[in-house]
């Protein structure tokens, strides 16, 4: 059983805030989750002052840090040579102010609660962003299925999913993947639903197959939509595209590896790949050749990006991620960083400026540590554009599979990913008016979608 709580990085124990200085003293043993919040503050804080509404916002915000509820649950599971196991499962619904909650489950050994809370935190603000009415939620477990066979995978899936069943419904609680939990998974949780429950085409689980209900497109959404973003500001800030550009990736999971095809698509050379082990460097760009063999290794065989070194154009470093190789990768247009929270600290923001970057979109959630962000905040000029907007594709298309699986129909392929752009332009353009004259496009989007779950509240009665 894991006991792994480590969080990666450390956060300030205090707050800039007053008002959230008890919040520092209750939960000091959840730093990234103070982490989030202290972002999050510090992007909004001329709202704070706001003459008329101030003191409402601090309240509405501090009403906001706390979850709606908490569930915890043990998980039993039986190991392929007949060995009991049991790990922790969590469900974190932290805010139903616009619909039901809404966020992926993460089966990775560093999950706790407050990895949790951190990531229910902030999909409450990317989920207000889609401009549909989904509320905010993460979960998971600090299960580990690295190593695991596919019928230990499938036990753990089922044994999880009999304790979460009791909690989730199509118009309470609506859980997808996240790391750790892709298509496979969601189907063997899907099929224990089924089986416990005797519905059927019920959407309590996004991210599924499209036999049983799923949508076209899902896997590629939040890579998709993470470039689309980039698009848009690119576009409108720099006047150039992504054609020909030098784009440093992070991650081989569903993120990075879409993300990497998309840009591919729009003509701009990807020169970096990573996992947890190592990273692999495209100093010409990757082929497409590259990114078939890349997705078989993930998708299929399931092993490391160590297994491809000679078998591809580009060369693997072992021990290393594009944020922090000081000879490889001279020059880096734009970091698209797609692995998980704090893999960009202060050294490898100052690195990316270095090398000339123009503008980071976060694929991940919260990818760059506190420090990161205020090497990046010195410099207005590059694009910053938060997790909370650039990957928020992917949650805007589980809501659409929602949707049709209210309505008992499948939309073509096409029609989603036209739905997919469509809202990211909304996205970029709340993140443009929310940023006004003076603002950046982080504080714009932080902003834009604080006061549309600040206003839900007031109207619901909750804070006033």
Known sequence: MSTNTKSS???????????????????????????????????????????????????????MTEPE???????????????????????VEFSSALGPYKGGLRFHPTVDDGILKFLGFEQIFKNALTGLPLGGGKGGSDFDPKGKSEAEIRRFCESFMTQLCRYIDASTDVPAGDIGVGGREIGFMYGQYKRLSNKHGEGVLTGKSPLFGGIHL????????????????????????????????????????????MLMELGANVISVSDSNGVLVFEHGMTKDDWNKIIEAKQV???????????????????????NLPSDLQTIDFAFPCATQNEIDEHGATLLLQKGCKGVFEGANLPTTAKGQEVLRAKR???????????????????????????????????????LKDMMEGIYNQMKKGAGEDGT?????????????ASALKELGWVW
Not at 227 to 239: E, F, G, P, R, S
Not at 407 to 418: A, C, G, L, M, R
């Open 301 to 323: 065989k399931r092993v490391r990006l160590s297994s491809l070194d000679g078998n591809i154009s580009g060369k693997y470093v072992a021990n290393a991620s594009p944020w």
């Open 381 to 419: 000029e590059v694009l910053y554009v938060p997790g909370k907007a650039a990957n928020a594709g992917g949650v805007g298309v589980s809501g659409l599979e929602m949707s049709q699986n209210m309505s008992k129909t499948y939309w073509k392929k096409e029609k989603v990913d036209e739905m």
């Open 69 to 91: 509820r908490m569930i915890s649950f043990h998980v039993p599971w039986m190991d392929d040579g007949g060995v009991l196991h049991v790990n922790r499962g969590w469900r």
């Open 218 to 261: 899902r896997p590629e959404a939040t890579g998709y939509g993470t470039v689309y973003m980039a698009q848009h500001a690119i576009q409108d800030k720099l006047n150039k595209s992504l054609s020909g550009a030098r784009c440093a990736v992070s991650g081989s999971g569903n993120v990075s590896q879409y993300a990497c095809k």
């Open 441 to 453: 496009l982080e504080e714009g989007c932080n902003r834009a979608g604080f006061l549309k779950v």
């Open 9 to 63: 990085q450390a956060a300030p124990t205090t707050t800039k805030f007053a008002f959230l200085s008890d919040l520092h003293k209750k939960y000091p043993h959840q730093p990234v989750f103070l982490q989030a919040v202290e972002e999050m503050a510090l992007s909004i804080e001329p709202l704070f002052s706001d003459p008329v509404n101030g003191e409402f916002y601090k309240r509405a915000f501090l009403y």
